[in-house]
């Protein structure tokens, strides 16, 4: 009977090694997986307007100084291009400067966040707002890994976008006319780019997450220098 038991005991430990590494190689691809569900599903959330789950998946505090920093720049490599011998720069760096707080307050919001996820970042534009997006179901979203590949989001029409307003006009210059290029990966450990574009040639920009713990990552940032 000792034998026996011997046996059986030798018999179960390669099951139980091999069962710890069937969960453990489980437990690696779910964690490589978790910033594509989060894109994903933060993508879903803000089509819909779910700001519940938006609010789970942005550090709208964080993205809010990155927005302002990446639009005071933009602002300002613009009028360094225009104000050369012009004695109006200094005014419309004043102007400039008023428009940012109320542009970092439109995209610091589900709209905001839908609109950067569908390829319509902010351009800097007086009395801008972000662009309608397209509802979740008439988008591809990105499950898995394959997004290394491009996924694409198909922006809505300027038409369906924008409903008529004084700023209708600098709606549809923001809106694109073709579906944006997407690429997603990681950039480190703890942060992963995802980087639109609309066709060769053409500015990039990215929306940046950050690892929260070991599954969590959260919209932190942008990038409109790209």
């Known amino acids: 009977m000792a034998v026996s038991t011997r046996n059986k005991g030798g018999a179960t430990r390669p099951l139980i090694v091999t069962l710890i590494v069937i969960v453990v190689i489980a437990a690696l691809g779910f964690a490589y997986a978790t910033p594509y569900i989060a894109l994903n599903n933060l993508k879903r959330a803000a089509d819909a307007r779910d700001a519940q789950t938006v609010n789970q998946y942005v550090d709208f505090p964080a993205l809010r100084e990155s927005l302002k920093q990446q639009v005071t720049g933009l602002l300002t490599r613009r009028l360094d291009v225009h104000s050369s011998g012009n004695p109006l720069a200094a005014i419309g760096a ?84 073709q579906p944006p290029q997407t690429t997603a990966g990681y950039r480190s450990l703890n942060q992963f780019v995802v980087t ?10 990215s929306a940046i997450f950050q690892r929260e713990g070991l599954f969590t990552w959260k919209l932190a940032a942008v990038n409109l220098n790209e």
């Open 196 to 205: 639109y574009q609309h066709g060769a040639g053409d500015a990039r920009y």
């Open 94 to 177: 004043m102007i400039g400067v008023a428009l940012i707080g109320p542009l970092v307050d439109a995209y610091a919001t589900p709209d905001g966040v839908a609109a950067l996820l569908n390829g319509m970042p902010p351009r800097g534009n007086p009395g801008e707002r972000p662009p309608v997006p397209p509802a979740a179901s008439a988008s591809p979203s990105v499950n898995s890994p394959s997004a290394d590949a491009g996924t694409s989001a198909t922006p809505a029409s300027p038409a369906e976008a924008n409903p008529p307003s004084s700023s209708a006009a600098n709606q549809a210059d923001t809106t694109p006319t």
